[in-house]
C-alpha cells in the first residue's frame, strides 16, 4: 500500500505518525521494550496524549530476531497464528552501552539507539543486514472521507476480497535497502523475479499464472544480502518493495499491530534453513513421486478402458510412469467432492485399482477440493452436524461459483476436520496413494468461523488447515515420508505438506516461464519442492512447446502431464515413428529414463532438503551469491547442489544461459568431452533431446541402472561421475535407500592426478568415471579405488 505523496508529503486522507524518539527502554532477561512517542519530547507538557508505540525485541530461535510494534494493545484479536517453533526458554544476549541497546540471538543482532533519534540496526556476524530510521515505524490511520468511499467500493467487491473496514487502521515498518540489493519471494509470484519496484499483495487468489495474483502468498521476502524477514501475520499484508520509498521495503497490515522476524544467516541458503527452522521443514515425499506422472486432464472423457489405455500406451511405448492421477470427473458432475466413485463410469473402484497397480506398477492419486456441493452425499451431513462456515445469521454460507450451492469445510471445527479426514482415510483403503488438493484461494471474508477466527485473516490460513488434515490423514494411512499431496494454494508453512504445483498455465513458452519464476519465488520462500502441468494447463500446446516443457518438467523436483479439455499423452502430439527421432513419445521417453537415472543424486537431494529446509529447484541467487550475475537470472535454475538446468524457451530451440566460475561438466554430452568453463554466457542450439544441464564443479554424480522403476538399487550397476574435481578439493555424495534411510557415503580427494574415492566396502558392482576425460574403472570390493589421471 502506498502513502507516500513523494518525499514529503503523505497522501491525502492519510494521517501517519512516526517512531520519532526512543522515550523509555526498559530490558529484561530475553528481551528489550522500547517505548517510542511519536514526537520529540522536551518538556512534560508533550507527554499529554498523542501516538506512541510499544516495541518489543526478543528471540525464540537462534539467528531470528522477533519485533512486535503495538497502538492499541486492548484491540481484540481473533486472528489464526502459524504454527511456529519457537523456543520460550531461549536467551538471547543483551548488552547496554551508554549510546545504544543491543540484543544479540547467534551472530544475528540488534541495536537500539538511545538519544532523541529513531535509529535500529540489524546486523549479522557485524555486517549490516537492514535498519529503521527517520520516518520507518509508523502508524497510519484513514480520515472518515476514505473510509466512506471504501465501504460504497465493497459493494462492487467478491466475496473473497479484502473486506472492508469503516475505521480502518495501519500499522507500518519501513526497512532501508542497500545500493544493489534485490528482494525475492513472497511465495509463488509470477510477476518479475526480483521484487524491487513492486507492490507485492498477500491475498490468495485463483487467477492463474498470467497476473499479480497467486495462489500462494507466503510473508516472507529473502535479500541478496543474506537476510530475510517473515511477518508473523496469516491475514493481508501488502508490501511496497523499493516503490513507494525506493531505498525501502515497506510492510503494512491493517490493524493496531504488527509482529515480524528478521532472520539472519551466513549466505542465502543459511537464511532459508534458519527460517524452516522457525516455520517448518519440508515432508519428505516417497521416492515414487519423483518419477514421472500422467493425468486424466480436467474435463476430458475417460472410464477405466480409457485409463487403461493411457497405461498400456505408456507401457508399449517403453516410457516408465510411476503415477496416474484421476481428476474432478473420477466423482459424479455437480457432487464434489463426495468422495464417492462415479459408478456408471467406475462401477468397480477398488477392484480396478487393484487391477491397475498390479498391471502397470503404479501408485494411485485422486483431486479433491475443501467444497460440498448441495448434490454431494456429505452435504446435509455436514449441515446438520456444523462442519460448514456460516453466515452472520447462522446460515451455511453458499454460492454457486464452481458447484452449484456448494458449501466450504470448517476446519476449525476438530469434527469436521475429522469428516473429512474419514474421506481421505477410505480412499486409501480403496487404494489411492496420494491426494490432489486443490482450490482453497476464494475463501469468504463475511463468514462465521466454528472457533471464532477473524475470516479476513483467515483468508490466507484456512489452505493451511485444509492441507494439514488431508496430509496428516494420507500420512496417517501411508506412514511418515510415504505420503505426497499436489496442492494449489499454500500460505507460511504450507511447506510441510508438499508437493505444491504451479496452478493454471497456458500451453505456450511465455507460460513455461512465468511457472518457472513463480517457482523459483515459491523455493526462496521456505518451500523445498515444485511442480507444474507440463504442456500447460489451458488450450493444447504445440509439439514444439510440449517437448520443451516435457525437458523442463522432466528436470523440475517432481513432473505431471495434465491439462483442461485435451489428454497430455505424448501420442496425441506425435506418433512415435523413426522417421521422426525426435517425436513427442521419444522425448518424453529421453527425460523420464534421465531422471530414472539420475535418481541417486535426486533422492539424496531431497533428503537433503526435508532436513535442512534448503530447497531442492531453487534460484541461482542462492547457491551463487557473490557472483552478480546470478542475482537476477530466472530462466536457468540449480535442481539439487550440483544440476544447472536452463530450459528452451523459445520456438528458436536457442538455450541462453550463464555458468558461474569453474570446470563444469555437460551431463548431457559424452562422458570424456573437455569440462566446459565458465564465468560467461553461452547460446546454444538444442535439438528436442537437448537441454542444457550442466554438473558444479567438484561434485560427484552418480547415474543409476534405471529400467522402469524408480525405486531400485541406486548403487548397483550405477555409474559414479565424478566431475570437475579441483587439486587438493575433497567431494562427497549420500546414497540413500528408496524405501528410505541412509545407505553409504562416497568420498572423492584429488591429491595432483591422483583421485582416491572411498566407499563401505561391500558385494555391489559399479563404475568410477571421471568426467572430462575417458577415464572409467571398476570399483574395488574393499572400499578403496585410486584412479591416475
Request: charged share 20%; proline share 4%; aromatic share 14%.
Amino acid at each position: 500500500m502506498k502513502f507516500a505523496d513523494g518525499f514529503w508529503l503523505n497522501r491525502r486522507g492519510y494521517t501517519v505518525d512516526y517512531a520519532v524518539q526512543p522515550y523509555d527502554i526498559q530490558i529484561t532477561e530475553n528481551s528489550v521494550r522500547v517505548f517510542a512517542t511519536s514526537q520529540t519530547i522536551y518538556n512534560r507538557g508533550m507527554t499529554l496524549g498523542g501516538v506512541a508505540l510499544e516495541i518489543v525485541y526478543t528471540s525464540t530461535k537462534e539467528d531470528t530476531i522477533k519485533v512486535h510494534i503495538v497502538h492499541h494493545k486492548g484491540a481484540a484479536d481473533r486472528a489464526p497464528k502459524f504454527e511456529l517453533n519457537e523456543d520460550a526458554a531461549f536467551r538471547p544476549v543483551i548488552t547496554v552501552q551508554d549510546d545504544s541497546v543491543t540484543l544479540t540471538s547467534g551472530k544475528t543482532a540488534v541495536t537500539v539507539a538511545k538519544g532523541q533519534s529513531w535509529d535500529v540496526k540489524y546486523t549479522y556476524d557485524g555486517r549490516l543486514l537492514t535498519g529503521g530510521g527517520w520516518r520507518a515505524t509508523s502508524y497510519i490511520q484513514e480520515n472518515a472521507y476514505l473510509a466512506e468511499n471504501r465501504q460504497r467500493n465493497a459493494m462492487d467487491e467478491t466475496f473473497w476480497s479484502v473486506p472492508a473496514d469503516p475505521h480502518r487502521a495501519y500499522m507500518r515498518e519501513q526497512l532501508t535497502l542497500s545500493v544493489g540489493e534485490y528482494i525475492y519471494g513472497f511465495g509463488e509470484k509470477f510477476t518479475p523475479f526480483v521484487k524491487n519496484g513492486q507492490t507485492v499483495e498477500i491475498w490468495n487468489a485463483d487467477g492463474g499464472t498470467c497476473s499479480d495474483q497467486s495462489y500462494k502468498n507466503v510473508p516472507f521476502y529473502l535479500s541478496s544480502r543474506g537476510y530475510g524477514v517473515f511477518t508473523n501475520q496469516t491475514g493481508y499484508v501488502s508490501y511496497e518493495v523499493a516503490s513507494d520509498t525506493v531505498s525501502k521495503v515497506s510492510m503494512t497490515v491493517p490493524g493496531e499491530s504488527l509482529e515480524y522476524f528478521i532472520i539472519g544467516g551466513k549466505n542465502c541458503a543459511d537464511v532459508l534453513r534458519n527460517y524452516t527452522d522457525l516455520t517448518g521443514k519440508p515432508a519428505l515425499t516417497p521416492a515414487k513421486s519423483l518419477g514421472l506422472w500422467l493425468s486424466t486432464s480436467f474435463t476430458t472423457n475417460y472410464d477405466e478402458k480409457t485409463v487403461s489405455g493411457f497405461l498400456s500406451g505408456m507401457k508399449e511405448r517403453s516410457i516408465p510412469l510411476q503415477m496416474f492421477h484421476f481428476d474432478c470427473f473420477w466423482m459424479k458432475a455437480f457432487t464434489w467432492t463426495s468422495f464417492e466413485w462415479d459408478k456408471e463410469m467406475f462401477p468397480d473402484p477398488k477392484g480396478m485399482l487393484s487391477r491397475l497397480k498390479k498391471e502397470y506398477n503404479i501408485g494411485i492419486c485422486v483431486w479433491i477440493n475443501p467444497y460440498i456441493a448441495q448434490e454431494s452425499a456429505l452435504f446435509d451431513e455436514g449441515m446438520e452436524k456444523g462442519y460448514f462456515l456460516h453466515t452472520k445469521d447462522g446460515g451455511v454460507f453458499q454460492t454457486d461459483m464452481w458447484q452449484p450451492g456448494m458449501a466450504i469445510v470448517d476446519f476449525t471445527n476438530p469434527d469436521a476436520c475429522k469428516w473429512f479426514g474419514d474421506g481421505i482415510r477410505k480412499l486409501c483403503a480403496e487404494g489411492v496413494d496420494a491426494i490432489k488438493t486443490d482450490f482453497g484461494e476464494r475463501i469468504p471474508t463475511d463468514v462465521v468461523y466454528y472457533d471464532g477466527s477473524d475470516p479476513a485473516a483467515m483468508h490466507n490460513y484456512y489452505t493451511y488447515l485444509y492441507n494439514k488434515v488431508v496430509f496428516e490423514a494420507l500420512e496417517g494411512c501411508k506412514g511418515r515420508d510415504h505420503a505426497v499431496l499436489f496442492a494449489r494454494s499454500a500460505t507460511a508453512g504450507g511447506q510441510k505438506f508438499p508437493v505444491h504445483w504451479g496452478g493454471d498455465c497456458a500451453a505456450e513458452y511465455s507460460a513455461m516461464a512465468e511457472t518457472l519464476r513463480g517457482g523459483l519465488s515459491l523455493c526462496a520462500s521456505g518451500f523445498g519442492f515444485f511442480s507444474h502441468d507440463i504442456g500447460g494447463f489451458e488450450q493444447t500446446a504445440s509439439a514444439d512447446v510440449y517437448k520443451r516443457w516435457v525437458a523442463f518438467g522432466l528436470m523440475s523436483t517432481h513432473s505431471r502431464l495434465h491439462g483442461s479439455t485435451s489428454y497430455r499423452v505424448p501420442w496425441a502430439y506425435e506418433e512415435d515413428t523413426p522417421e521422426n527421432p525426435e517425436n513427442a513419445c521419444a522425448v518424453l521417453r529421453y527425460f523420464t529414463n534421465l531422471k530414472g537415472q539420475l535418481m541417486p543424486y535426486l533422492w539424496d537431494q531431497a533428503n537433503k532438503t526435508h532436513q535442512t529446509g534448503i530447497p531442492m529447484m531453487r534460484a541461482m541467487f542462492i547457491d551463487f551469491a557473490d557472483d552478480p550475475a546470478c542475482l537476477t537470472l530466472d530462466r536457468q535454475y540449480m535442481l539439487g547442489e550440483s544440476l544447472l538446468c536452463a530450459p528452451v524457451f523459445d520456438e528458436s530451440g536457442i538455450a541462453e544461459f550463464y555458468l558461474p566460475e569453474g570446470e563444469w561438466f555437460d551431463l548431457l554430452g559424452k562422458t570424456d568431452a573437455p569440462l566446459t568453463a565458465g564465468g560467461k554466457w553461452f547460446r546454444r542450439k538444442c535439438g528436442y533431446l537437448e537441454m542444457p544441464v550442466y554438473v558444479r564443479p567438484n561434485s560427484i554424480i552418480v547415474r543409476g541402472d534405471f529400467k522402469d522403476d524408480v525405486c531400485y538399487d541406486y548403487l548397483q550397476n550405477a555409474e559414479v561421475l565424478i566431475c570437475g574435481l579441483a587439486d587438493g578439493q575433497t567431494a562427497s555424495c549420500e546414497i540413500y535407500r528408496a524405501e528410505g534411510g541412509l545407505d553409504l557415503t562416497i568420498t572423492a580427494k584429488r591429491e595432483g592426478n591422483r583421485i582416491t574415492v572411498t566407499y563401505p566396502a561391500g558385494e555391489r558392482k559399479f563404475t568410477i568415471s571421471i568426467a572430462g576425460t575417458n577415464r572409467s574403472v571398476q570399483a574395488k570390493a574393499d572400499g578403496i579405488t585410486v584412479i591416475s589421471l
